[in-house]
């Protein structure tokens, strides 16, 4: 076993949660290493023109290769014995963020004191049924106020764009039909706007506008004007591919943490990238690591890479893996609270009109909030109790909707072979809408992660076991926003409905969270405020295992901007590394 | 979720029926014919197949043009080479698939010779129809057939039975790249409009209401 020469700063895995921190910790003076378990692939010699293949990329998953290597096991309740499960696990140097849609936003305000929130509003009564379920809803540590510099350097140094909704309290302040009026307020602009409409984005615009609605088109990691970075990294804008979402941008268009962070953390001259290392074990005493241990993948030989922090960004479930493989759960804590979506889905044709809904990247989408978080509150209060719930959804409609991603998606009565089938796409595939509802999930005791009795992968590390099932909130939304997604299509014109409202547990769908809480109190949480492992203060967790709560929204941002905010920490001296307990 | 009708066929119910009493058990069958023989392969390399022999390419290619229909004016699955397309694939990325492909293949082969005294050539389109028919019923009962290889089914992803697996592997030769061997001369595109390969749409395009015309583009043409 060869030990590498000592660094300041250990990443594992270089995906959105370590991309922030790589940059800001290099330009600080740190020297960094990451260890990325996949290859480094480029737009130039890698994505063009290849990446215009949906065959390639989407059906046979081109990006996301690992669902063999990496086990996973999903049951419903802990007295059943898990089975195998997929999920959609990225390997690659910029993790998913290579492959993603990029829709990308600020949680609200009220999405950072989730508990709090709903109990001023509905109180205790109202929410019997989420403790009978279980529900472990908590505030997060965090204000939205302390954060919001770092939400605005994601969208300025990764390349967000956006209308505003809400600058300092001013809603829609630079057009009065655009951007998002329930969107937690932003000190500044968006550095560009999102991008354009299309037939859909129209067309369900129109839907919400005639029910009274608030559409706007959702913000996008996607540039729509040559942008150059405070980084000082210059990149194209979109060109409307629409091989979009799970393939990477030919045109390095698409922000992801590899165009967008990679090149500034390599400019320091303090970073060095190591991809094909596969990390299986994280060596610790009293309480600190002192160093990883990983495979080389190109070599075969096992190496361990000592260091000060280290910084552990391989996406939930191989954090959690990871840290209870490793012998690192001092309070019990790592794995539980784990939350995952489990969404309605609604479906539409238009006889009217051709949406071609094909030619356009899968985040070029209007959508609405009105339903999401609280912002329905008053509503909800009129609902009968067994249809009451907390939370709410996202509502969009997306682009991206090629024949070989599409081809499933016909109305029960229409047979999926023959003649009537093949008719039938003929006729309607390039008039489909389908919805995406965000639906956002709740944290429960008995969610968790943990590691599996019966199957390990390759290097013997035990595969992540995932223990979930949904309760009363998420059946009951899942109906509410069906409902409300009917109407929206129908205003819109929409000559045929139909999906449904009834969701099933899943273990995984890209936005897993949870599962190693952030929280104030270390007999009750695995890390601080700044990401900080109370039991080993010199190890930090990059990724949304950290989320306390979800919120009806995509992760992402949220990811980059909690790496750039304990980054900071660590740089300003804000947290102490050999103790979790003292940090200002 | 069935969305398979029953009575469009000509003929309908009744010859639904007798064909299902005529093969009762037939496909069943299948699940027992673990013994099939590898070395008694036809080594005809028929249409250029890198996999398929004769007879296993004319009978998927009988099911593929009932699944996606088509003929000289209006082409389907046939005329879009899908099983030239499967065949690629079985000898390349798709090979966990090889040995369900031949099992179910010359299983039915057999079922029609033995029970029918058929070939597939001999069967019109109704009756193929019925066939595939037949297929999809099984894989909602039941599919303890044990036919399909590890992976999908395990993970619970793709296709998750026999029917399903050929109907996903026809639908992806007719509407994947031209380059991977299935939709000749863009006909699987050509039937939905889709236009393919293109780096950029403009907002004109993307702005209307009506069907985009748009040369219909490979990879391969960028
Ligand atoms: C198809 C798709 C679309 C998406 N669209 C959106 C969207 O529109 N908006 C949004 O907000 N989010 C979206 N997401 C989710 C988003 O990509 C994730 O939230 C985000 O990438 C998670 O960041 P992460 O750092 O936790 O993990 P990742 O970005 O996945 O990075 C983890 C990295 O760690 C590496 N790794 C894992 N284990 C090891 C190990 N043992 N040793 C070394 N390296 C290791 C992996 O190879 C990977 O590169 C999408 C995801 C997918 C798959
Ligand atoms: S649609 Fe735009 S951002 Fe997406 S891959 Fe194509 S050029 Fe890149």
Redo the contacts with the bound molecule.
């Keep these: 076993m060869a030990e590498q020469p000592r660094k300041d700063v250990v990443i ?7 991309g922030p921190a790589s940059v800001e910790l290099a330009r600080a003076g740190y020297s960094v290493v990451a ?4 290859p480094h692939w480029t737009a130039q010699r890698d994505f063009t023109p290849s990446q215009l293949d949906t065959l390639r990329w989407v059906t046979r998953d081109g990006m ?1 290769p690992d669902f063999d290597r990496m086990p996973m096991t999903f049951r419903e309740n802990q007295d059943e014995e898990a089975v195998p499960t997929a999920y ?10 290579v ?6 936003w600020r949680f609200f305000e009220d999405d950072f004191r989730m508990k709090s929130t709903v109990e001023e509003l509905y109180g205790q009564e109202r929410l019997r049924y989420l403790e009978e379920d279980g529900a472990s809803i908590a505030d997060w540590p965090i204000s939205y106020d302390e954060v919001e510099p770092y939400y605005e350097r994601v969208e300025t140094h990764v390349g967000i764009g956006g209308w505003p909704g809400n600058i300092q309290g001013r809603i829609r302040p630079v057009r009065a039909d655009e951007g998002n009026p329930f969107e937690a307020p932003r000190e500044n602009d968006y550095p560009f706007r999102p991008l354009r409409e299309n037939a859909t984005t129209l067309t369900y615009r129109y839907g919400a506008l005639e029910l009274g609605l608030h559409p706007f088109h959702v913000p996008t990691a996607i540039l729509t004007r040559p942008y150059l970075s405070p980084y000082g990294i210059s990149r194209p804008p979109c060109t409307y591919c629409t091989f979009c ?2 393939h990477g941008c030919w045109n390095a268009s698409k922000s992801d ?1 590899r165009v967008s962070l990679l090149p500034a953390a390599v400019a320091t001259g303090n970073f060095e990238l190591r991809p094909g ?4 074990r994280i060596n610790h005493q009293n309480g600190r690591v002192e160093s990883v241990e ?1 495979v080389d993948t190109n070599t075969g030989e096992v190496h361990t890479q000592p260091g000060e922090i280290f910084l552990l ?4 479930f ?1 954090n959690v893996r ?1 840290l209870l493989h490793s012998g690192i759960d001092a309070n019990g804590k790592v794995g539980q609270h784990f939350m995952t979506r489990s969404s309605p889905s609604a479906n539409a044709i238009f006889n009217d009109r051709y949406l071609n809904g094909f030619n356009g990247p899968a ?1 070029q989408r209007q959508g609405i909030d009105d339903f999401n978080g609280e912002v329905a509150h008053e509503r909800k209060l009129e609902l009968p109790d067994d249809e009451f719930f907390i939370r709410g959804a996202f509502m969009g409609s997306p682009s991206q909707r090629n024949p070989l991603e599409t081809y499933d998606q016909v109305p029960p009565g229409v047979p999926t072979w023959g003649r009537e089938y093949k008719r039938y796409l003929s006729e309607n595939l390039n008039r489909y809408i389908g919805l995406q509802l965000l639906t956002e999930p709740l944290p429960y005791e008995h969610s968790r992660i943990d590691l599996d009795p019966n199957y390990s992968d390759q290097y013997g590390v035990p595969a992540a076991r995932v223990t979930r099932r949904i309760g009363q909130n998420e059946r009951r939304m899942g109906r509410f926003i069906f409902d409300r997604a009917v109407e929206i299509l129908r205003a819109a014109g929409a000559s045929q409905i139909w999906g449904s409202g009834e969701v099933e547990a899943t273990p995984s769908m ?2 897993d969270t949870g599962g190693l809480r952030m929280g104030e109190d270390p007999g009750d949480s695995v890390t601080n405020r700044y990401c900080q492992m109370w039991d080993v203060p010199n190890l930090f967790i ?4 950290v989320f306390p709560t979800m919120a009806g929204k ?4 949220t ?1 980059w901007m909690l790496s750039y905010w304990l980054a900071d920490a660590i740089v300003q001296g804000r947290v102490d590394v050999d103790d979790a307990e003292s940090f200002s | 979720m069935s969305t398979h009708d029953d009575t469009r066929h000509d003929g309908s119910e009744w010859s639904r029926r007798t064909f299902l009493k005529r093969s009762a058990g037939a496909l069943a069958l299948l699940a027992v014919q673990g013994a099939f023989r590898f070395d008694a392969l036809a080594q005809e390399q028929q249409r250029g197949y890198q996999f398929f022999n004769r007879s296993e390419g004319e009978l998927l290619e009988a099911l593929a043009g009932r699944i996606w229909p088509g003929d000289a004016q209006d082409p389907g699955a046939i005329e879009a080479g899908a099983v030239h397309y499967i065949d690629r694939a079985l000898a390349g990325p798709y090979a966990s698939y090889q040995r369900s492909y031949r099992v179910i293949l010359h299983g039915l082969n057999e079922q029609l010779r033995q029970r029918f005294g058929v070939s597939v050539r001999e069967l019109d389109d109704d009756q193929l129809d019925l066939l595939v028919g037949e297929l999809e019923d099984q894989d909602e009962e039941d599919d303890e057939l044990g036919l399909l290889p590890g992976r999908e089914l395990e993970l619970g992803l793709g296709p998750d039975s026999t029917f399903q697996m050929i109907r996903q592997h026809v639908m992806e030769g007719v509407f994947s790249d031209p380059i991977y061997g299935g939709n000749r001369n863009f006909v699987g595109w050509r039937a939905v409009n889709y236009p393919g390969a293109h780096y950029v749409y403009t907002a004109e395009e993307q702005q209307v209401f009506e069907p985009l015309t748009k040369p219909y583009q490979s990879v391969a043409d960028l």
């Design positions: 594992v895995g270089y995906g959105a949660g370590s260890l990325e378990r996949g996301i959609l696990m990225s390997t690659l140097v910029g993790g998913a963020t492959h993603w849609s990029g829709q990308s979402t799970g943490t290392c596969h990390v299986t990983y960004g391989a996406y939930t191989q990871l985040v890209t936005h990059g990724g949304g295992a995509n992760p992402t941002q990811i």
